[in-house]
Protein backbone atom coordinates (compact mmCIF):
# COMPACT_ATOMS: atom_id res chain seq x y z
CA UNK A 1 0.00 0.00 0.00
CA UNK A 2 1.27 3.39 -1.14
CA UNK A 3 2.02 5.21 1.99
CA UNK A 4 -0.34 8.97 2.13
CA UNK A 5 2.14 11.88 0.66
CA UNK A 6 3.05 13.66 4.43
CA UNK A 7 2.83 17.59 4.62
CA UNK A 8 4.84 19.61 7.39
CA UNK A 9 3.21 23.07 7.97
CA UNK A 10 6.55 25.43 8.60
CA UNK A 11 6.39 28.66 10.21
CA UNK A 12 9.62 31.15 10.64
CA UNK A 13 7.93 34.23 12.52
CA UNK A 14 10.04 37.16 13.03
CA UNK A 15 9.33 40.45 14.61
CA UNK A 16 7.75 42.20 11.76
CA UNK A 17 7.45 39.31 9.40
CA UNK A 18 6.15 35.83 9.45
CA UNK A 19 7.44 32.77 6.58
CA UNK A 20 5.49 29.80 6.14
CA UNK A 21 5.76 26.71 4.22
CA UNK A 22 4.73 23.56 3.27
CA UNK A 23 7.32 20.83 2.59
CA UNK A 24 6.33 17.55 1.46
CA UNK A 25 9.57 15.86 3.78
CA UNK A 26 10.09 12.63 1.61
CA UNK A 27 9.93 13.80 -1.84
CA UNK A 28 12.16 16.97 -0.41
CA UNK A 29 9.53 18.98 -2.63
CA UNK A 30 8.42 22.41 -1.15
CA UNK A 31 4.64 22.87 -2.57
CA UNK A 32 3.75 26.47 -0.93
CA UNK A 33 5.38 29.16 0.58
CA UNK A 34 4.54 32.78 1.34
CA UNK A 35 5.38 35.58 3.39
CA UNK A 36 3.16 38.37 5.31
CA UNK A 37 5.80 41.21 5.77
CA UNK A 38 5.53 44.49 7.76
CA UNK A 39 3.24 43.52 10.66
CA UNK A 40 1.81 46.01 12.82
CA UNK A 41 3.09 49.04 9.92
CA UNK A 42 0.77 50.37 7.70
CA UNK A 43 0.37 48.93 4.69
CA UNK A 44 1.45 45.41 5.12
CA UNK A 45 2.37 42.99 1.94
CA UNK A 46 1.74 39.60 1.73
CA UNK A 47 2.71 36.71 -0.89
CA UNK A 48 1.76 33.25 -1.65
CA UNK A 49 2.92 30.64 -4.04
CA UNK A 50 0.72 27.64 -4.66
CA UNK A 51 1.85 24.89 -6.87
CA UNK A 52 3.33 27.59 -9.54
CA UNK A 53 0.00 30.49 -8.51
CA UNK A 54 1.72 33.49 -7.37
CA UNK A 55 -1.13 35.57 -5.02
CA UNK A 56 -0.40 39.03 -3.36
CA UNK A 57 -1.80 41.57 -0.93
CA UNK A 58 -1.25 45.05 0.34
CA UNK A 59 -3.14 45.52 2.87
CA UNK A 60 -2.98 46.12 7.28
CA UNK A 61 -2.02 43.32 9.09
CA UNK A 62 -2.39 44.62 12.97
CA UNK A 63 -0.66 41.15 14.65
CA UNK A 64 0.78 38.33 14.12
CA UNK A 65 -2.91 36.55 14.55
CA UNK A 66 -3.77 38.18 11.15
CA UNK A 67 -0.71 37.89 9.80
CA UNK A 68 -1.22 33.88 9.82
CA UNK A 69 -5.08 33.68 8.73
CA UNK A 70 -4.38 36.04 5.84
CA UNK A 71 -1.39 33.70 4.75
CA UNK A 72 -4.15 31.22 4.56
CA UNK A 73 -6.63 32.88 2.91
CA UNK A 74 -3.99 33.87 0.24
CA UNK A 75 -2.98 30.13 0.49
CA UNK A 76 -6.66 29.15 0.36
CA UNK A 77 -7.01 32.10 -2.92
CA UNK A 78 -4.19 30.06 -4.55
CA UNK A 79 -5.97 26.84 -4.26
CA UNK A 80 -4.16 25.59 -1.69
CA UNK A 81 -6.76 23.69 0.42
CA UNK A 82 -5.29 23.55 4.12
CA UNK A 83 -7.61 20.37 4.88
CA UNK A 84 -6.72 18.63 2.04
CA UNK A 85 -3.09 18.96 2.21
CA UNK A 86 -1.99 15.95 4.42
CA UNK A 87 -0.69 18.20 7.15
CA UNK A 88 0.54 16.00 9.75
CA UNK A 89 2.93 18.49 11.47
CA UNK A 90 3.84 22.19 12.56
CA UNK A 91 7.30 22.82 12.58
CA UNK A 92 8.55 26.22 14.27
CA UNK A 93 11.95 28.20 13.73
CA UNK A 94 13.27 28.44 17.07
CA UNK A 95 16.30 30.36 17.36
CA UNK A 96 17.28 29.82 21.23
CA UNK A 97 16.92 26.95 23.25
CA UNK A 98 19.25 27.55 25.96
CA UNK A 99 20.77 24.61 27.94
CA UNK A 100 17.92 22.75 28.16
CA UNK A 101 15.95 22.63 24.63
CA UNK A 102 17.98 21.36 22.14
CA UNK A 103 16.12 18.14 20.35
CA UNK A 104 13.50 18.79 18.33
CA UNK A 105 10.49 19.14 20.78
CA UNK A 106 6.62 18.75 20.80
CA UNK A 107 5.26 22.06 22.08
CA UNK A 108 3.42 22.09 24.83
CA UNK A 109 2.53 24.79 27.21
CA UNK A 110 5.43 24.27 29.37
CA UNK A 111 7.68 24.23 26.25
CA UNK A 112 6.09 27.61 25.24
CA UNK A 113 6.91 29.00 29.17
CA UNK A 114 10.17 28.04 28.37
CA UNK A 115 11.01 29.24 25.35
CA UNK A 116 9.41 32.48 26.60
CA UNK A 117 11.92 32.13 29.30
CA UNK A 118 14.90 32.00 26.92
CA UNK A 119 14.14 35.79 25.36
CA UNK A 120 16.45 37.77 27.15
CA UNK A 121 18.77 35.15 25.53
CA UNK A 122 17.58 36.17 21.96
CA UNK A 123 15.92 39.83 22.22
CA UNK A 124 15.09 40.04 18.51
CA UNK A 125 14.44 36.43 18.00
CA UNK A 126 12.67 34.79 20.46
CA UNK A 127 9.82 36.31 21.69
CA UNK A 128 8.06 37.08 17.79
CA UNK A 129 8.86 33.07 17.32
CA UNK A 130 6.95 32.10 20.94
CA UNK A 131 4.53 34.67 19.33
CA UNK A 132 3.94 32.56 16.28
CA UNK A 133 3.87 29.21 18.23
CA UNK A 134 0.66 30.57 19.95
CA UNK A 135 -0.83 31.63 17.25
CA UNK A 136 -0.84 28.81 15.01
CA UNK A 137 -1.56 26.46 18.09
CA UNK A 138 -4.55 28.41 18.53
CA UNK A 139 -5.65 27.76 14.71
CA UNK A 140 -4.22 24.44 14.24
CA UNK A 141 -4.93 22.96 17.84
CA UNK A 142 -5.25 19.44 16.16
CA UNK A 143 -1.94 19.47 14.94
CA UNK A 144 0.83 18.00 16.49
CA UNK A 145 3.41 21.20 16.73
CA UNK A 146 7.68 20.87 16.78
CA UNK A 147 9.90 23.52 17.59
CA UNK A 148 13.48 22.69 16.19
CA UNK A 149 16.27 24.93 17.70
CA UNK A 150 18.94 26.68 15.70
CA UNK A 151 21.17 26.03 18.55
CA UNK A 152 20.05 22.58 18.40
CA UNK A 153 23.33 21.21 16.38
CA UNK A 154 26.07 22.59 17.86
CA UNK A 155 24.57 21.35 21.82
CA UNK A 156 27.56 19.14 22.45
CA UNK A 157 30.66 21.38 21.22
CA UNK A 158 33.87 20.64 23.04
CA UNK A 159 33.92 22.80 26.02
CA UNK A 160 37.03 24.21 24.49
CA UNK A 161 35.24 25.81 22.25
CA UNK A 162 31.92 26.12 23.96
CA UNK A 163 33.73 27.74 27.03
CA UNK A 164 34.04 31.55 27.19
CA UNK A 165 37.29 32.34 29.53
CA UNK A 166 35.45 34.30 31.61
CA UNK A 167 34.34 33.88 35.56
CA UNK A 168 33.53 30.55 36.09
CA UNK A 169 30.96 30.68 38.65
CA UNK A 170 29.33 33.69 37.01
CA UNK A 171 28.88 32.04 33.32
CA UNK A 172 27.21 28.73 35.29
CA UNK A 173 24.62 30.60 37.28
CA UNK A 174 23.99 32.70 33.88
CA UNK A 175 24.24 29.80 31.64
CA UNK A 176 26.93 31.99 29.77
CA UNK A 177 28.51 29.86 26.61
CA UNK A 178 28.85 29.53 23.03
CA UNK A 179 25.74 28.56 21.65
CA UNK A 180 26.09 28.64 17.96
CA UNK A 181 23.23 29.37 15.54
CA UNK A 182 21.61 28.67 11.72
CA UNK A 183 22.62 25.00 13.57
CA UNK A 184 20.04 23.37 11.30
CA UNK A 185 21.57 24.99 7.71
CA UNK A 186 24.82 24.25 9.19
CA UNK A 187 23.88 20.73 9.86
CA UNK A 188 21.70 19.99 6.83
CA UNK A 189 25.13 21.65 4.04
CA UNK A 190 27.17 19.44 5.67
CA UNK A 191 24.78 16.22 5.13
CA UNK A 192 24.31 17.56 1.64
CA UNK A 193 28.16 17.76 0.79
CA UNK A 194 28.55 13.96 2.12
CA UNK A 195 26.01 12.95 -0.32
CA UNK A 196 26.95 14.59 -3.33
CA UNK A 197 30.47 13.99 -2.87
CA UNK A 198 29.20 10.46 -1.98
CA UNK A 199 31.60 10.58 0.81
CA UNK A 200 30.88 9.00 4.20
CA UNK A 201 29.88 12.14 6.15
CA UNK A 202 31.99 10.49 9.51
CA UNK A 203 35.15 10.88 7.38
CA UNK A 204 35.02 14.17 6.19
CA UNK A 205 36.63 17.68 8.09
CA UNK A 206 34.41 20.43 6.59
CA UNK A 207 34.28 23.76 7.21
CA UNK A 208 30.32 25.40 6.32
CA UNK A 209 30.00 29.05 5.60
CA UNK A 210 26.66 30.45 6.19
CA UNK A 211 26.45 33.53 4.73
CA UNK A 212 23.11 35.32 4.27
CA UNK A 213 21.91 38.54 6.24
CA UNK A 214 23.27 36.67 9.49
CA UNK A 215 26.16 35.05 8.47
CA UNK A 216 27.77 31.99 10.87
CA UNK A 217 30.90 29.62 10.07
CA UNK A 218 31.38 26.46 11.52
CA UNK A 219 34.09 23.54 11.38
CA UNK A 220 32.41 19.85 11.34
CA UNK A 221 34.67 16.87 12.01
CA UNK A 222 33.03 13.85 11.07
CA UNK A 223 29.47 15.28 10.89
CA UNK A 224 29.91 16.76 14.13
CA UNK A 225 30.10 20.43 15.19
CA UNK A 226 33.78 21.68 16.74
CA UNK A 227 33.79 24.96 16.71
CA UNK A 228 31.12 27.84 14.92
CA UNK A 229 31.37 31.52 15.10
CA UNK A 230 28.17 32.55 16.88
CA UNK A 231 27.84 32.20 20.32
CA UNK A 232 25.63 33.68 23.24
CA UNK A 233 23.57 35.07 21.18
CA UNK A 234 23.82 35.72 16.93
CA UNK A 235 25.69 38.47 17.14
CA UNK A 236 29.31 37.00 17.45
CA UNK A 237 31.74 35.94 14.79
CA UNK A 238 31.15 36.73 10.82
CA UNK A 239 30.43 40.02 10.03
CA UNK A 240 27.06 40.09 8.59
CA UNK A 241 24.34 42.27 7.18
CA UNK A 242 23.22 44.56 9.72
CA UNK A 243 25.75 42.98 13.05
CA UNK A 244 28.74 43.62 13.50
CA UNK A 245 30.16 40.43 14.75
CA UNK A 246 33.31 40.25 16.61
CA UNK A 247 34.04 43.57 18.49
CA UNK A 248 36.22 44.37 21.02
CA UNK A 249 33.35 44.05 24.11
CA UNK A 250 35.18 47.13 25.82
CA UNK A 251 33.65 49.29 22.58
CA UNK A 252 30.20 48.62 24.59
CA UNK A 253 31.61 49.83 28.30
CA UNK A 254 32.87 53.09 26.38
CA UNK A 255 29.81 53.59 24.53
CA UNK A 256 27.73 53.08 28.17
CA UNK A 257 30.36 55.19 29.97
CA UNK A 258 31.56 57.78 27.99
CA UNK A 259 28.65 58.51 24.98
CA UNK A 260 26.30 57.66 27.75
CA UNK A 261 24.44 55.72 25.49
CA UNK A 262 21.62 53.30 27.28
CA UNK A 263 22.56 49.70 26.87
CA UNK A 264 19.10 48.49 24.68
CA UNK A 265 20.63 51.68 22.12
CA UNK A 266 24.05 50.09 22.41
CA UNK A 267 22.46 46.35 21.93
CA UNK A 268 20.25 47.95 18.65
CA UNK A 269 23.16 49.61 16.88
CA UNK A 270 25.19 46.61 17.02
CA UNK A 271 22.37 44.27 15.48
CA UNK A 272 20.64 46.51 13.13
CA UNK A 273 23.27 49.45 12.38
CA UNK A 274 26.63 47.45 12.26
CA UNK A 275 27.78 45.09 9.42
CA UNK A 276 28.19 46.10 5.94
CA UNK A 277 24.73 48.54 6.27
CA UNK A 278 26.81 50.29 9.22
CA UNK A 279 29.84 51.11 7.33
CA UNK A 280 28.33 50.82 3.90
CA UNK A 281 24.91 51.96 4.10
CA UNK A 282 23.26 48.93 2.68
CA UNK A 283 23.09 45.38 3.68
CA UNK A 284 22.45 44.34 0.42
CA UNK A 285 25.81 42.77 -1.27
CA UNK A 286 24.43 43.86 -4.71
CA UNK A 287 23.59 46.93 -3.64
CA UNK A 288 27.24 46.83 -2.51
CA UNK A 289 28.58 46.15 -5.83
CA UNK A 290 26.78 48.68 -7.64
CA UNK A 291 27.57 51.42 -5.40
CA UNK A 292 31.42 50.50 -5.78
CA UNK A 293 30.77 50.25 -9.45
CA UNK A 294 29.00 53.54 -9.92
CA UNK A 295 31.61 55.25 -8.38
CA UNK A 296 30.02 58.03 -6.52
CA UNK A 297 31.76 59.27 -3.79
CA UNK A 298 31.71 58.59 -0.51
CA UNK A 299 29.40 56.17 -1.39
CA UNK A 300 31.82 54.20 -3.42
CA UNK A 301 34.49 54.46 -0.79
CA UNK A 302 31.90 53.68 2.27
CA UNK A 303 31.11 50.44 0.31
CA UNK A 304 34.45 49.46 -0.49
CA UNK A 305 35.46 49.39 3.17
CA UNK A 306 32.28 47.56 4.13
CA UNK A 307 33.27 44.76 1.72
CA UNK A 308 37.02 44.87 2.41
CA UNK A 309 36.35 44.43 6.30
CA UNK A 310 33.49 41.30 5.63
CA UNK A 311 36.12 39.89 3.38
CA UNK A 312 38.89 40.19 5.81
CA UNK A 313 36.92 38.81 9.03
CA UNK A 314 35.71 35.59 6.62
CA UNK A 315 39.51 35.04 5.86
CA UNK A 316 40.01 35.17 9.14
CA UNK A 317 37.59 32.58 10.01
CA UNK A 318 38.68 30.15 7.52
CA UNK A 319 42.40 30.07 8.41
CA UNK A 320 41.01 29.67 11.99
CA UNK A 321 39.13 26.91 11.17
CA UNK A 322 41.92 25.53 8.62
CA UNK A 323 43.55 24.95 11.93
CA UNK A 324 41.11 23.72 14.17
CA UNK A 325 40.01 21.13 11.52
CA UNK A 326 44.26 20.63 10.54
CA UNK A 327 43.12 18.81 7.44
CA UNK A 328 39.89 19.80 5.94
CA UNK A 329 38.34 18.47 2.84
CA UNK A 330 35.49 20.11 2.19
CA UNK A 331 34.68 23.89 2.60
CA UNK A 332 30.82 24.38 0.79
CA UNK A 333 29.62 28.20 0.81
CA UNK A 334 25.45 28.54 1.41
CA UNK A 335 22.43 31.12 1.85
CA UNK A 336 22.26 34.43 -0.07
CA UNK A 337 25.61 35.94 -0.44
CA UNK A 338 27.11 32.20 -0.22
CA UNK A 339 25.02 30.98 -2.94
CA UNK A 340 24.78 33.77 -5.27
CA UNK A 341 27.90 36.16 -4.89
CA UNK A 342 31.27 34.73 -6.96
CA UNK A 343 33.18 37.87 -5.96
CA UNK A 344 32.63 37.07 -1.83
CA UNK A 345 33.66 33.53 -2.98
CA UNK A 346 36.74 34.48 -4.89
CA UNK A 347 38.09 36.79 -2.59
CA UNK A 348 37.72 34.77 0.41
CA UNK A 349 39.75 32.11 -0.73
CA UNK A 350 41.88 34.13 -2.76
CA UNK A 351 45.96 33.26 -2.21
CA UNK A 352 44.89 29.89 -0.49
CA UNK A 353 46.89 27.79 -2.42
CA UNK A 354 49.53 27.28 -0.05
CA UNK A 355 46.80 25.93 2.91
CA UNK A 356 45.11 23.33 0.08
CA UNK A 357 42.64 25.64 -1.32
CA UNK A 358 42.20 26.36 -5.37
CA UNK A 359 39.14 27.99 -6.91
CA UNK A 360 38.27 27.19 -10.46
CA UNK A 361 37.53 30.96 -11.51
CA UNK A 362 35.74 29.47 -14.49
CA UNK A 363 33.42 27.11 -12.32
CA UNK A 364 33.19 29.70 -9.27
CA UNK A 365 31.40 32.26 -12.08
CA UNK A 366 29.06 29.66 -13.37
CA UNK A 367 25.08 30.73 -12.48
CA UNK A 368 24.37 27.56 -12.22
CA UNK A 369 21.61 27.12 -8.98
CA UNK A 370 22.25 24.11 -7.72
CA UNK A 371 24.75 21.74 -5.59
CA UNK A 372 28.60 22.17 -7.46
CA UNK A 373 31.94 21.98 -7.05
CA UNK A 374 33.87 25.51 -7.57
CA UNK A 375 37.55 24.55 -6.65
CA UNK A 376 40.01 23.40 -9.05
CA UNK A 377 40.01 20.13 -10.18
CA UNK A 378 43.88 19.42 -8.16
CA UNK A 379 42.73 21.43 -4.98
CA UNK A 380 43.22 19.34 -2.05
CA UNK A 381 40.42 20.76 -0.37
CA UNK A 382 37.20 20.72 -2.36
CA UNK A 383 35.12 23.91 -2.47
CA UNK A 384 31.24 23.76 -2.94
CA UNK A 385 28.23 26.02 -3.21
CA UNK A 386 25.47 23.75 -1.87
CA UNK A 387 21.46 26.39 -0.97
CA UNK A 388 20.37 25.31 2.05
CA UNK A 389 17.21 24.65 2.61
CA UNK A 390 16.84 24.95 6.64
CA UNK A 391 12.45 25.01 5.87
CA UNK A 392 12.88 21.21 4.14
CA UNK A 393 15.65 20.20 7.27
CA UNK A 394 12.80 21.62 9.63
CA UNK A 395 10.21 19.43 7.72
CA UNK A 396 12.58 16.50 8.13
CA UNK A 397 13.34 16.85 11.49
CA UNK A 398 9.35 17.01 12.51
CA UNK A 399 8.76 13.75 10.65
CA UNK A 400 11.68 12.05 12.99
CA UNK A 401 9.75 13.43 15.92
CA UNK A 402 6.65 11.70 15.06
CA UNK A 403 8.15 9.04 14.45
CA UNK A 404 10.31 9.09 17.61
CA UNK A 405 7.05 9.59 20.05
P1 LIG B 1 18.47 35.62 5.62
O1 LIG B 1 17.80 34.27 5.43
O2 LIG B 1 19.54 35.64 6.65
O3 LIG B 1 17.56 36.79 5.68
P2 LIG B 1 19.46 35.14 2.92
O4 LIG B 1 20.20 33.87 3.08
O5 LIG B 1 18.19 35.13 2.17
O6 LIG B 1 19.29 35.90 4.30
O7 LIG B 1 20.45 36.19 2.22
C1 LIG B 1 20.03 37.47 1.91
C2 LIG B 1 21.22 38.26 1.34
O8 LIG B 1 21.78 37.54 0.25
C3 LIG B 1 20.86 39.60 0.77
O9 LIG B 1 20.84 40.61 1.77
C4 LIG B 1 21.98 39.84 -0.21
O10 LIG B 1 23.06 40.49 0.41
C5 LIG B 1 22.43 38.47 -0.61
N1 LIG B 1 22.09 38.12 -2.00
C6 LIG B 1 20.95 37.59 -2.45
N2 LIG B 1 21.00 37.42 -3.80
C7 LIG B 1 22.23 37.85 -4.18
C8 LIG B 1 22.91 37.94 -5.43
N3 LIG B 1 22.35 37.54 -6.57
N4 LIG B 1 24.16 38.44 -5.42
C9 LIG B 1 24.75 38.84 -4.27
N5 LIG B 1 24.16 38.78 -3.07
C10 LIG B 1 22.92 38.30 -3.02
Not at 108 to 119: G, I, Q, S, T
Not at 273 to 288: I, K, P, Q, T
Request: charged fraction near 25%.
Amino acid sequence: MQRPVRTVLVINSGSSSMKFSLVQPDAGVEVADGIVERIGERESRAEVQFDGREVERRAPVGDHDAALRLAFELLDEAGGKLDDLGIVAVGHRLVHGGRDLYRPTIIDDAVVAKARELAPLAPLHNPPAVLGVEVARKMLPDLPHIAVFDTAFFHDLPAAAATYAIDRDLAEQWRIRRYGFHGTSHQYISEQAAEFLDRPLDQLNQIVLHLGNGASASAIAGGRPVDTSMGLTPMEGLVMGTRSGDIDPGIVFYLARTAKLPVEEIESMLNRRSGVYGLGGDNDFRELHRMIAAGAEPEASQAQLAYDVYIHRLRKYIGAYLAVLGDTHVITFTAGVGENDAKVRRDALTGLAPLGVELDEHLNESPSRGARVISAENSPTTVLVIPTDEELAIARACVAVLARD
